[in-house]
């Protein structure tokens, strides 16, 4: 194994130790005795390693120096007694002068052979750069402006496997989200749902058919920039990034113009974090994480997927995508933020993926999906009424609601 | 102008810095002596054969030719400096590029082995101290590079001292005033170069803040974690506009620092410059007079050069010693730390009661308490959930009752005995936990299952938890069964879990490690409903004689629960049966209803 890859694996077992997020369990269990013993058989491997190859490398560069430094140095000083002693063909004083010079000599030659050698280096550096500024990215913009108003978004028999994949995750999918539909994806955990909303992103194009929006492939449109595909659309993710910026800067996601302001505040009310922000030293101009303040605020991770929901309040999009939005929100929260969106989304097209069904039931279409397929799709009532997999899955997760209800009555 | 008491204040600082380093030279004796031992070999080698090479036997040679001997006479001279020069080579490129490196191994095994070891037993609020938490990460990530760099530059010095008392000695036999103007000049240079060391090191500092600025920009538009988010909105016009400032700052520190360091620089070499004008000037005039012979010129003008760069070198490494003498403080605090959490004298009995008695807690540093005045109790084999609004303390209370935390007010009580006086790990293992944020290791899952060494007698237990967190299906898609690794960190065969996924493994690990209670945060957060609804239906039916305590913001949930207590605002604000709270109508009433709405309708 290459060292670069073994000091790779030390690092990890050694940031186990320190950081924070593993401290719990490193505390309430004996996996640091596993962490441990993977550090010491790292170690072990990288001395194996490096007494298979440096004794020969070692002897190597003595071979070179010897010859580049000692015998030329000395071989020359040699040379020049022998001229000034035996043939008598220099004088004595140039000798010195000989024998003084080759040794700076030497030791600026043995410098510029060990910076030739860094160019080495240096050009697969470049190589690797080259590559990089050369790539040409997959997603590629079309000739087109994507709309601007809200549009019919379609799926036709579309097929995606994840590059080194041997299995399709998603196994030909019809949907269509007309524009300003609700809909909510559902199913078992792996079940393709995130990966859908990628593919709605055109984080990646599908392997095999065709999405399309206001009736034309999303390929034939630009990608980013203000008449961007992409522009059109607002998410918030499972896993969610907050950067080392402002609150305000966090919401918009973009450099703040006149007039923000209002759009902010609304942004922070809807998504239930303003009173919050009103707490903090700043307000909306806080700084977030300890990046570089130590005085920046550490949301907990209810707020920060409030922030995370703010910016798609904030952005004035056409299709709005939610994926498992409220998975650390009380349920309070999770109410109003869905009331909200529901008001705020009026006109736009939303999806929405969720564990928490009752969400689903504010959708116009439910589809539910199985190893990437859609096995069942229409009105909650609808699937109800089907009795399928969708109901099933409801009645166990309303049961003890439910139960409550007849117990009420 | 420096008051004498700064003055001796900076000796003083010195002096520690030193004594400092002198601790980290300890450790690295303690942990691998023939490291040590064979470093300073090095440098005694390195310094005697540079002695002999560029001073001694040059002198000889120029003598014997200027005495006019035979060839083969000044031919020995000539090989035996040759044959010194390669035996001094041989043992450095030996030593230093081989040996030393497996050896530095050595070092870091044993350094590390007491420094995780420490790590482990730190508090959990160190974690929140930002300033002890950067200089713990600081001393745990360049521990044994920091030791090992500080003998090597022991070793640097001793070989630069030798070769400059070596070349001291020769030009006191050839001309004692060569030898005081060259100390004069090697000091003045010496001190200007200190000065830049000085100023550079400032320029770093003042540098420092606008590096880590970029730092984050580069990992904010490189990293995978953050690549959806940089291609969604625009944020990396922000991001951008960050790096420029940045930038802008770097610039302007360095224009700040660059004249100072210009008009050093200039000194410097002006010093370089006259120093050699005044030697060579006296020199040539000593030559004339005829009280040098040529031979003794050119040796006199190798040792003054020599002489000048080991010095320069001595000062150079000199100011290193400051900055690891800075590390190596931080070290020391570090090793010194003393948990504050320490264990009890007790055994840890069954646990029949656990009492929360007027429990007060605030995170060092913060406004306002996390917890105000918590009470309440839970018997054996009592299934209770703690519910509430985001932020009301109920993560905060699951630490206390683990003992990451100590209340800083009241006490817990096992059995009516404060959980203080317990011995801590027998205490602590009484609790299989899951957290909101668990980690998955890079190991296999049998020992992610385990978290302990795993050893084949174990896979019943293993494969048995796995089931009941409903693992099972995934599993049997795995070639390698519960030998499979996780992510690809140690092997590019590794597989990575999604997130339901990775909180079944963790969900497993309470099943497998079988505690008397179990304590679950949040556990079905990124679970489908089926399963979560199978995990509920395990855990009931795996921890019937069990005290389960558990949160959650699905209130479905909580109905398994014999008993609810719901808080907001870091207080206890109602306590009963699902049932009982219903019909208190409060703030649980209103939430469960909210949530039932949707179910319901």
Known sequence: MEMAVLDRQRDYTRRTFYLSDYAKEMRLSSIGNVMMQRFHRTIGMIEAFMKKKLPFHAFLRLMMISIRNILCYHGASLYAVFRTIVSGTIRYGDCLVIIDTISRLSYFMSNIGDTAAEFQGHSLYVNNLRAFLEYQPKIADGPLPAPEACADLEFHDVHFRYDGQEKETIRGVNLRIRAGEKIALVGLNGAGKTTLAKLMLRFYDPTDGVITYGGNDVRSYEVEGKNGYRERISVVFQDFKLFAMSVADNILLRERQKGDDTLIAEAMQHSGIAEKVQTLPEKENTLLTREFDENGTVLSGGEGQKIAIARTFAKDAQLVILDEPSSALDPIAEYKMYENMMQVCEGKSVVFISHRLSSATLADTIYFLENGQVIEQGTHQALMAQNGKYAEMFRIQARNYVQEKGEME | ?601
């Open chain 2, 1 to 601: 102008m420096k008051s004498k008491k700064e003055n001796r204040k900076s000796a003083g600082e010195q002096w520690q810095s030193m004594k400092n380093c002198a601790f980290m030279v300890g450790q690295v004796a303690k942990y691998s002596p023939s490291f040590f031992v064979l470093t300073m070999l090095e440098g005694i080698i390195s310094g005697v054969t540079g002695a002999l090479v560029n001073t001694v036997l040059i002198k000889v040679l120029f003598d014997r030719l200027e005495l006019g001997v035979s060839f083969a006479s000044v031919a020995l001279v000539i090989i035996v400096t040759a044959a010194v020069h390669f035996t001094g080579n041989a043992y450095s490129f030996f030593y230093g590029w081989a040996i030393k490196q497996w050896l530095r191994q050595k070092l870091q095994r044993g350094m590390h082995k007491d420094l995780f070891a420490k790590a482990r037993s730190l508090d959990l609020s160190c974690y929140d101290d930002p300033v002890f938490y950067n200089d713990f990460v600081w001393a745990i990530n360049q521990a044994d590079s920091r030791a090992s760099n500080i003998v090597d530059d022991i070793r640097i010095t001793m070989t630069n001292l030798i070769f400059s008392f070596a070349s001291l000695i020769l030009l006191l036999t050839i001309d004692p005033v060569m030898v005081i103007v060259s100390l004069v000049f090697s000091f003045i240079s010496s001190r200007i170069s200190l000065l830049t060391n000085k100023l550079s090191k400032k320029r770093e500092e003042a540098i420092m803040p606008h590096t880590r600025r970029s730092d984050y920009v580069a990992r904010a538009l490189t990293l995978p974690e953050y690549a959806k988010e940089t291609r969604i909105g625009h944020a990396p016009d922000l991001l951008l506009a960050k790096y420029r400032e940045s930038i802008d700052g770097r610039k302007k520190v360095t224009v700040r620092f660059g004249k100072k360091l210009c008009v050093l620089g200039s000194a410097y070499e002006f010093s370089r410059t006259c120093s050699s004008v005044i030697l060579h000037v006296y020199m040539a005039w000593k030559l004339f007079s005829g009280a040098i012979t040529l031979g003794g010129f050119a040796a006199a003008n190798n040792a003054v050069w020599n002489l000048y760069w080991g010095f320069q070198e001595i000062a150079e490494n000199y100011t290193k010693f400051v900055n690891h003498g800075l590390f190596a403080e931080k070290y020391r605090t570090f090793l010194a730390y003393e948990p504050k959490i320490t264990s009890g004298e007790k055994p840890v009995p069954v646990i029949d009661t656990l009492t929360f008695d007027k429990v007060r807690f605030r995170y060092p540093g913060a406004q306002s308490d996390s917890l105000d005045e918590i009470s309440f109790s839970i018997r054996r084999g009592e299934k209770v959930a703690i519910v509430g609004y985001n932020g009301a303390g109920k993560t905060t209370l699951i630490k206390l009752l683990l003992r990451l935390y100590d209340p800083t007010e009241g006490s817990i009580r096992v059995n009516g005995e404060d959980i203080r006086e317990l011995e801590l790990q027998p205490y602590r293992e009484k609790y299989g936990t899951v957290f909101q944020d668990f980690q998955i290791f890079a190991s296999t899952i049998a020992e992610n299952v385990i978290a302990d060494i795993y050893t084949d007698d174990l896979r019943q237990k293993v494969e048995q938890a796995l089931e009941k967190s409903t693992f099972s299906d995934k599993l049997a898609t795995l070639e390698n069964g519960i030998d499979t690794p996780l992510t690809r960190e140690f092997d590019d065969k590794g597989v990575n879990l999604s997130g339901g996924e990775s909180q079944k493994i963790a969900i497993a690990r309470v099943f497998a490690h079988d505690g008397e209670i179990i304590v679950m945060d949040e556990p079905s957060s990124a679970l489908d409903p089926i399963s979560e609804y199978q995990l509920n239906e395990t855990i009931l039916c795996h921890a019937q004689d069990k005290t389960v305590i558990f949160i959650s913001h699905r209130l479905s949930t909580t109905r398994m629960a014999d008993r609810i207590l719901m808080f907001a605002n870091g207080r206890l604000i109602e306590d009963g049966s699902h049932e009982e709270l219903m019909k208190l109508n409060g703030k649980y009433a209103e939430m469960f209803r909210m949530q039932a709405e949707k179910y319901t309708a």
